[in-house]
């Protein structure tokens, strides 16, 4: 796999997701303070590339997802860039085929995955938690999915994964509401593992990625396949109405007003259609 190199913007201001090792963790950190770390189309590709160098590393024993700085792990996909590069059909499938490896490759690697939040967790940014095995978080942060205040469609598998962590009702208010969520809030759902104070929060995440470095490889990986075929998804069904309700959003007045109102910091006025 060739590796996908970071794209700077006008101004040299480069967006990416920094990859490094230390103690045993593969390190894979979200760069874009500008946007609250939200990650762009190109981030997205960076990260099947940084995951298989880490599967093919024998020194990373657990693989660890934050953001750079405190301002937030991620705060979603890049909603900057919608205009252009998510805009038509067309250019919603293959955004969405992008994001679909992105997350195929954090939920396939065969090591523990952890993601290592603070201060925001939203929209596609709880969706790359949930691909995570654990999730530990700050104890001051906020967890939502927004989907329904943009006019945003979700597809079956992103769902499923929400339903199989939390169950069908906490994913039914967490989607219908749109509301933020506190972290005892979101542990008590069990959306998360563990919070953690947020003074001293870096130290205290590295200490729990460490004892887990400290375990058997072959017996993470062995609780990892078991894990995969409980959670295995049936035999495909017919999904085709969920998949035209989802293109339905995209294709709606409502998504191009999300997009608007978010653009000129106002409140939307949906119509439902």
């Known amino acids: 796999m060739s590796r996908v190199e970071p794209i700077a913007e006008a101004d040299g201001y480069t967006p990416q997701v920094i990859a490094h090792i230390k103690d045993g963790i593969g390190w894979m950190v979200f760069s874009n303070p500008r946007r ?117 469609g979700y597809r079956y598998a992103g769902i499923k994964t929400l339903v199989d962590i939390v169950g069908p009702a906490n994913a039914a208010e967490i989607f219908y509401s749109a509301r933020q969520y506190t972290a005892d809030e979101a542990l008590r759902m069990g959306l998360i593992n563990r919070i953690l104070p947020a003074d001293g929060f870096d130290d205290a995440a590295e200490s729990y990625l460490r004892d887990i470095t400290r375990n058997a490889p072959l017996t993470m990986k062995a609780v990892k396949m078991a894990l995969r075929g409980v959670l295995k998804q049936p035999e495909p069904a017919d999904l085709r109405e969920i998949d035209e309700a989802v293109a339905a959003c995209f294709q709606s007045e409502d998504y191009a007003e999300g997009r608007a109102a978010f653009a000129e910091k106002r409140p939307p006025e949906f119509k439902g259609r």
């Open 36 to 152: 609250r770390n939200a990650v762009t189309f190109n981030m997205w590709r960076q990260i099947p590339d940084i995951i298989a160098r880490f599967a093919q590393d024998d020194s990373v024993r657990v693989v660890a997802l934050r953001g750079e700085g405190t301002s937030s792990f991620i705060s979603g996909a890049d909603i900057s860039e919608f205009a252009e590069l998510r805009n038509t059909p067309e250019q919603v499938a293959a955004y969405d085929a992008v994001g679909a490896q992105a997350g195929a490759a954090i939920a396939g690697i065969m090591k523990p995955t952890v993601a290592v939040i603070r201060t925001w967790c939203v929209g596609g940014g709880l969706g790359t938690a949930l691909g995570c095995d654990l999730r530990i978080a700050a104890e001051d942060t906020g967890f939502a999915v927004p989907a329904a205040k943009l006019g945003l």
